[in-house]
């Protein structure tokens, strides 16, 4: 059986080291994660893919959250493509449970994963007009409390520089090491089933 699986570009390297340790023996394209400032190009992107490749494949499993991408499922349904749970990375990473326990403790948290800190200046500050407009970062940020960054494969660089940004942006700072979390169960039950 042939599987094609469609990832965000943040999730990308992660579902390859997820795919490499199982030794799974499937296609792995991605999208650009950028597309996540303007939504509708994650469903447009999708479409396109899938519309020209899909008839390649006996199964397509797409690894994103909702994301805000309208239309999403539906798009997917359309071309019998499957979508693993959750409505974003950060609940995946940390698992529904963990993920929700720490949302009751601080509903006012701001997430990082390995990738969202290393594509951070472009990304976040960048991607959300602060580099040109810095004075509208506490607009952005003004009833953010703490940052979380959930880690799958912390090192000194990443954790001084997480450290950083949440002082810069006046947050208080916690590091959960999360690993690949519940993206790796799911997308693990997700491949059993066409096994």
């Known amino acids: 059986m042939s599987i094609l699986i ?6 990308a390297k992660d579902t390859q080291a997820i795919i490499d340790k199982y030794h799974w023996t499937v296609t792995l394209k991605a999208l650009p994660a950028i597309y996540h ?8 992107a999708l479409d396109a893919l899938l519309s ?12 994103y959250g909702a994301c805000g991408a309208v239309g999403l499922d539906e798009l997917l349904a359309k071309h019998r493509a499957t979508r693993i749970s959750g409505p974003h990375c950060y609940e995946m990473y940390a698992g529904a449970t963990h993920f929700s326990r720490l949302m ?3 509903p ?6 390995d990738w969202l800190l290393r594509a951070y200046k472009k990304a976040v500050w ?5 580099d040109r407009h810095p004075e509208l970062a506490p607009l952005y940020f003004g009833n ?4 979380v960054y959930l880690s799958q494969q912390p090192t000194d660089k990443l954790l001084a520089q997480a450290q950083a940004i949440a002082n810069s942006l006046g947050l208080t700072f916690e590091h959960r090491h999360v690993g690949y979390g519940e993206l790796e169960t799911r997308l693990a039950i997700e491949l059993k089933n066409y096994r």
Not at 37 to 44: A, D, H, N, S
Not at 52 to 63: A, C, G, L, S, W
Not at 108 to 113: I, S, V
Not at 144 to 147: D, H, Q
């Open 37 to 44: 400032l303007t939504p509708l190009k994650i469903t447009q």
């Open 104 to 106: 009751d403790e601080e």
């Open 6 to 11: 469609i990832a965000c570009g943040a999730l």
């Open 108 to 113: 006012g948290t701001f997430f990082l994963t």
């Open 144 to 147: 953010t409390r703490r940052l």
């Open 52 to 63: 020209e490749i899909r008839n390649d494949y006996d199964q397509v499993i797409v690894v």
């Open 126 to 130: 960048q991607g959300l007009g602060l």
